[in-house]
């Protein structure tokens, strides 16, 4: 069974940082396109950023601009994004999430469209 737990979300003033994580088990994580994704209240989910841990190329929606950056640590199974000047436009749920759709999926560009599998979600919070 895949599961995906996400974790680090708080309340940051603007300009600040913050560091999610997404721990995932139940998979075998390197064969699976991997994402980052977030909804802010009255607005649909966005596609933030996307990695394949098997390969390490990263992929970020255009809003981020250099400021978000996804990473994987595979001998512990988890997954990162660093959130670094944060506006109060991030304030959102942010979701982990995977596809078994694999690398494709994610050098495709369909990542953004959304995954089979997430997580519940950690709320990001900031205020100016």
């Known amino acids: 069974q895949v599961q995906l737990v996400e974790s680090g979300g708080g309340s940051v003033q603007a300009g600040g940082s913050l560091r999610l994580s997404c721990v995932v088990s139940?998979?075998?994580?390197?064969?699976?396109?991997m994402g980052w994704f977030r909804q802010a209240p009255g607005k649909e989910r966005e596609g933030v950023a996307a990695i394949y841990p098997g390969g390490g190329r990263a992929y970020y929606a255009d809003f981020v601009k250099g400021r978000f950056t996804i990473s994987q640590d595979n001998a512990k199974n988890t997954l990162y994004l660093q959130l670094n000047s944060l506006e109060p436009d991030d304030t959102a749920m942010y979701y982990c999430a995977a596809d078994e759709r694999g690398e494709k999926y994610c050098s495709g560009g369909y990542w953004p469209l959304g995954m089979d599998y997430w997580g519940k979600g950690t709320l990001v919070t900031i205020s100016s």
């Open positions: 139940g998979y075998t994580y390197t064969r699976y396109c």
